[in-house]
């Protein structure tokens, strides 16, 4: 690539990186209450100071794109010939030997490396920072995975033929079920009754603050020891401690 052409390449990465910058200024903490977006600004803004670098590593991506699209078809030709040769012919595939799918699969996989790469080589910042944004570009990514979506996740696809449609009916009823109570369900809740199979300790709020709420809970008994006992649950809110 000439200077002249890489001078341009530099230019437009200011600009869009400069844009994007824009726009995070723009949003308030109404929109990001867990400042996920402080540490990705961050690293943007780094970047939007090393053109040069960020020119490179955008040439690099490139190359692994096309790297990609060589390998998915040239896989999906040699199983197409070794159906030939073995005298199955006009035999279907699998959904996820299809290039559609496997592109889109290795899109995201070199989407995802491509992003974590980059953070950790973001010049002038922090460990901290890093790894919070390492964090935050993790969620998203998965967020956007492909077995996410119905038409890119072949699995669903596939079942929903193989159910001839039932899976998606059922699918559209949980959806319709968790909207209503504003939290997707991971069990059912409806064998369970307060009083019968399932407890609930009187007890009130002691204590709170942005990151924690203290509950005491009242005693059941006439004496109890000095020393409170403190239970402190995973933070990922589910007691398998306590089971």
Request: aromatic letters at 12%; charged letters at 25%; a negative charge.
């Amino acid at each position: 690539m000439d200077t002249q052409t890489q001078g341009i390449n530099q230019e437009r990465m200011q600009e869009f990186f400069g844009s994007m910058i824009s726009k995070m200024n723009e949003q308030g903490s109404d929109v990001d209450p867990f400042g996920a977006l402080k540490s990705l600004k961050q690293v943007a803004e780094a970047w939007a100071k090393n053109p040069q670098e960020l020119n490179q590593s955008m040439q690099n991506w490139s190359q692994k794109i096309g790297e990609v699209n060589m390998k998915v078809w040239e896989d999906f030709v040699n199983k197409s010939k070794e159906s030939v040769e073995k005298g199955e012919f006009g035999k279907i595939p699998k959904l996820e030997e299809l290039p559609h799918f496997r592109w889109i699969q290795e899109y995201h996989k070199l989407y995802a490396e491509f992003l974590q790469e980059s953070i950790q080589k973001t010049p002038n910042v922090s460990d901290r920072t890093k790894d919070k944004a390492r964090f935050w570009t993790e969620q998203m990514v998965s967020a956007i995975s492909p077995n996410n979506y119905f038409w890119t996740n072949p699995g669903a696809i596939r079942e929903f033929i193989d159910t001839e449609g039932k899976s998606l009916v059922n699918g559209f009823e949980n959806w319709v079920n968790d909207f209503q109570d504003q939290m997707p369900q991971m069990v059912d809740k409806s064998p369970f009754e307060v009083g019968k199979n399932l407890a609930n300790t009187p007890g009130k709020v002691v204590y709170r603050n942005d990151l924690m709420e203290l509950i005491q809970y009242e005693a059941k008994t006439d004496q109890v020891h000095q020393t409170p006992v403190l239970i402190t649950p995973p933070w990922i809110n589910k007691f398998y401690i306590l089971d």
